[in-house]
């Protein structure tokens, strides 16, 4: 099946309220941003822009493949991988991904998750993968979640938005946007809604996987 979709994966905050950064918390035998890499492999994604920022040079550090990432494509587990870092990232989460959609040059969608929301299930990941609007949105029990699916005439749209504007959020672009443009994708998987920012919604989390 062709695709047209892009992972973008945000991990550029400092994590300070974890106390290491949330992408290398190990997970059972790997790093977590390996194991989220690992879920999107398993769909009809092919590409996949990691967005870093604060402490990128720990990513570095601990898995080296990434500082090759920023300059050229890096085949891991089928995907090609690109690393973009945000030199600003006290701006902001919405400034790291900006800094990502930058360098995406095509009309594809892009597909948003955030290092600390587990990405769900393939099977409801690829459902939200091949569900076409303006933009598409997990729901759990009528809570609404990440990933987020967005089109180009959307998310190029973010492109135009001053950093500091205080309407520079993902959210409130989104409520903008006619609700017959948005489509939400019913799924079972909870995780859509998880935040891990502590240790202890990280231990948590491990608890209710295992």
């Given at each position: 099946?062709?695709?047209?979709t892009i992972f973008v994966l945000l991990?550029?905050?400092?994590?300070?309220?974890?106390?290491?950064?949330?992408?290398?918390?190990?997970?059972?035998?790997?790093?977590?941003?390996?194991?989220?890499?690992?879920?999107?492999?398993?769909?009809?994604?092919?590409?996949?822009?990691?967005?870093l920022g604060y402490n990128y040079q720990?990513?570095?550090?601990?898995?080296?493949?990434?500082?090759?990432?920023?300059?050229?494509?890096?085949?891991?587990?089928?995907?090609?991988?690109?690393?973009?870092?945000?030199?600003?990232?006290?701006?902001?989460?919405?400034?790291?991904?900006?800094?990502?959609?930058?360098?995406?040059?095509?009309?594809?969608?892009?597909?948003?998750?955030?290092?600390?929301?587990?990405?769900?299930?393939?099977?409801?990941?690829?459902?939200?993968?091949?569900?076409?609007?303006?933009?598409?949105?997990?729901?759990?029990?009528?809570?609404?979640?990440?990933?987020?699916?967005?089109?180009?005439?959307?998310?190029?749209?973010?492109?135009?938005?001053?950093?500091?504007?205080?309407?520079?959020?993902?959210?409130?672009?989104?409520?903008?946007?006619?609700?017959?443009?948005?489509?939400?994708?019913?799924?079972?998987?909870?995780?859509?809604?998880?935040?891990?920012?502590?240790?202890k919604d990280w231990i948590s989390f491990?608890?209710?996987?295992?």
């Amino acid at each position: 099946m062709e695709n047209n979709t892009i992972f973008v994966l945000l991990a550029g905050g400092k994590s300070e309220r974890m106390g290491i950064d949330k992408g290398l918390l190990k997970y059972q035998h790997t790093f977590w941003i390996l194991e989220q890499l690992n879920r999107i492999s398993k769909t009809t994604i092919t590409e996949v822009h990691i967005g870093l920022g604060y402490n990128y040079q720990h990513y570095f550090n601990a898995i080296s493949w990434f500082k090759n990432a920023v300059n050229n494509f890096v085949n891991f587990q089928g995907l090609s991988i690109k690393v973009t870092i945000n030199q600003h990232p006290e701006q902001g989460s919405f400034s790291t991904l900006q800094t990502v959609l930058k360098t995406i040059d095509s009309n594809c969608y892009i597909l948003l998750n955030h290092i600390d929301i587990p990405i769900l299930n393939s099977n409801e990941l690829q459902q939200i993968i091949e569900t076409k609007n303006t933009v598409v949105i997990p729901n759990f029990e009528e809570k609404n979640g990440h990933p987020i699916k967005m089109d180009s005439s959307f998310w190029k749209q973010l492109l135009t938005l001053k950093v500091d504007d205080e309407n520079a959020r993902l959210d409130f672009q989104i409520k903008k946007i006619n609700p017959a443009k948005i489509s939400k994708v019913e799924v079972s998987d909870r995780d859509i809604l998880t935040n891990i920012n502590t240790k202890k919604d990280w231990i948590s989390f491990l608890n209710n996987t295992n």
